[in-house]
């Protein structure tokens, strides 16, 4: 539990640092709001979540299941590294973020 609690420590500040530099990039006149968002995909298509990521401006998704693949094959790791750098976003992982299963 306590490796788990320090590799969340360090996916903290990764994505703090992240947000720091998102929002001197936006303050520079670049894109972006320096937030983090949350968003479910069950409901979703490909389509629809593009727009969304489009509409929000959201340059990184971060993937924070346990596993990287589910029912819907577009919405898996593989997939979605191909389809998401040319709606403008680019697909990462934080492993220790993820839910375990029971």
């Known amino acids: 539990m306590t490796v788990m609690a320090l590799d969340l420590i360090a996916e903290l500040h990764k994505i ?9 990039a936006r303050d520079a006149g670049g894109k972006g709001s320096g937030m ?3 968003i479910g995909y069950q409901k979703l298509d ?23 693949y589910g ?3 577009v919405f ?3 997939a979605m590294q191909r ?12 492993t220790s973020w993820a839910a375990s299963r029971p």
């Open 16 to 24: 703090k640092k992240a947000v720091i530099q998102a929002q001197a």
């Open 36 to 38: 983090i968002c949350s």
């Open 46 to 68: 490909q389509k629809t979540l593009i727009e969304i990521l489009k509409a929000r401006q959201v340059e990184t998704l971060v993937d924070v299941r346990s596993r990287s």
């Open 71 to 73: 029912r819907k094959p």
């Open 76 to 78: 898996n790791r593989n």
């Open 83 to 94: 389809w998401l750098p040319p709606a403008s976003a680019t697909y990462g992982r934080a």
